[in-house]
């Protein structure tokens, strides 16, 4: 499979990094609000919390915490399954999906001694091993997870430099939410830019960036769903047939 950017691929692989994102932050939050019936105080484009009683009170709250990993996993192998396709637009949109999940983010926030999985098991093991023990089994367990897509993903890439274009792939996403999502978005809010709560206990920046990237990827839907060099001959066609 050669890969091949457009600006159309661009626009659309981004509004899916923010969609994706906002699904896995509501993983989190919805199955909280099912587990202990109220929303947490302070929620923004990157962390979210939970009642606080509840937090010590009911030990259910680790499904939630487990909520959000389970939901990008999930798209992260739904995304290795479309790549082990013979098709070659199911493999574009395979190898999409799984990189616009961020894996490389998932790994670097364990290994720098954050991240659900970190927190969640640190919950768990606390009492018998130590937080560097609990921080190797995350590191370990990541890759675990991450590592078969993303060596399916490599032998998928066509291109001459193959490696270049996998660090790619693997490195963007994550900067591209560092620093537009995390950074700008995140300062809106603090800025208190469309901060009042709405639906979700979420303020109403967070709603409208999330509606928003969906009508892009509705709109650009075409480039993640045909491949760009299938897509080129579709329209050589269609072009040849109206000339016709």
């Known amino acids: 499979m050669k890969l091949k950017i457009t600006a159309g691929y661009a626009v659309a692989f981004a509004a899916l990094v923010v ?13 909280g609000r099912l587990i202990c019936g109220c929303w947490g105080a302070f929620r923004d484009f990157n962390l979210i919390s939970f009642c606080e009683p ?22 992260m192998w739904t995304g290795l399954w479309l790549m082990l396709k ?13 990189f616009a999940n961020k894996p490389f983010a998932r790994l670097f926030t364990a290994l720098v001694g954050g991240g659900d999985e970190f927190g969640a098991l640190r919950q768990i093991l606390s009492e018998s ?28 890439i066509g291109n001459k430099y193959k490696l ?43 709603h409208v960036v999330f509606w928003a ?15 760009p060099f299938n897509l080129k001959s579709a329209k050589a066609t269609a072009a040849g047939a109206s000339i016709a």
């Open 19 to 31: 969609v994706v994102k906002e699904l896995h932050e509501l993983s989190h939050i919805v199955p």
């Open 54 to 75: 509840c937090m010590q009170e009911n030990p259910l709250i680790l499904l939630a915490s487990f909520g959000g990993p389970l939901f990008t996993y999930l798209c």
């Open 86 to 98: 013979p098709a070659i637009n199911l493999k574009w949109l395979g190898f999409t999906l799984l």
């Open 129 to 156: 091993i130590s937080q560097q023990s609990i921080q190797l089994i995350t590191v370990l367990a990541i890759l675990a997870i991450i590592l078969p897509p993303l060596i399916v993903a490599c032998k998928n």
């Open 164 to 206: 270049v274009w996998f660090t790619g792939f693997f490195l963007l996403p994550m900067l591209f939410d560092f620093v537009f999502v995390m950074g700008f978005l995140n300062s809106l809010l603090q800025k208190g830019v469309l901060s009042e709560p709405f639906i979700f206990a979420t303020p109403w920046l967070v």
């Open 213 to 227: 990237s969906i009508l892009l990827l509705f709109t650009f839907r075409k480039h993640l769903l045909v491949h």
